[in-house]
């Protein structure tokens, strides 16, 4: 399977590369590290639309958003008068990396300054669930799932204590998806747990 990934080269979509081209993907990987925009919608939705799976994780402004649609649209082969599908549509998928702060909203810090870039990611993120919500109404075809982490410790000269292991995050979320082929799995919120449940 093709696989794109925004952000392939640091955090959770470094992960999600590394651990599904051992799984004998081929990554497409889309990062600024290579030269790669986002923002510029068009040609990185280009680089997008031969892929499967398209990881929608990287995030600039509402420029995730705006890719998002973009991949929809070429992926959906709806048509611009909006009559419906010019063929039928690939079966195609897409994962939509949010944050569980889009839950509720973020509290103060401090000094106030890092509340308000706070509060715009979780803007930011906001719209991207809305935008996901509204076109799986749309059409059952590409798939969407929004997949919310919560603390990911995915730097590591951070304080890391109370955030999930990364690469045991990324692997519960390809587990979840991988192992319940009947199931849609639309949303997905994946945090740290401090002690385990036996069931």
Not at 101 to 113: A, F, H, I, L, V
Not at 179 to 195: C, K, P, R, Y
Request: aromatic share 8%; with cysteine; glycine share 6%.
């Amino acid at each position: 399977m093709k696989i794109a990934i925004t952000g392939h080269t640091h955090g959770i979509g470094k992960e999600f590369a590394e651990q599904l081209s051992k799984r004998d993907h081929e990554i497409i990987g889309i990062s600024r590290k290579d030269g790669e925009n986002i923002r510029r919608v068009p040609h990185t939705a280009s680089l997008i639309e031969p892929a499967d799976l398209f990881i929608n994780n990287a995030q600039s402004n509402y420029a995730q958003t705006e890719l998002l649609y973009e991949v929809w649209r070429r992926w959906s082969n709806w048509l611009p008068d909006g009559k419906g599908y010019s063929e039928i549509p690939p079966n195609k998928w897409i994962w939509n990396i949010s944050t569980m702060m889009t839950e509720s909203p973020t509290n103060c810090t401090p000094d106030g300054q890092d509340d308000i870039k706070m509060s715009q990611y979780r803007n930011q993120k906001l719209a991207l669930e809305e935008a996901s919500k509204q076109l799986q109404h749309k059409s059952n075809w590409p798939k969407i799932s929004i997949i919310r982490p919560g603390g990911v410790a995915t730097q590591e000269t951070q304080d890391n204590s109370g955030k999930a292991n990364v690469t045991v995050w990324v692997k519960s979320v390809i587990d979840t998806f991988t192992h319940n082929e009947n199931i849609h799995v639309s949303e997905l919120s994946i945090g740290h747990t401090v002690q385990r449940i036996p069931l």
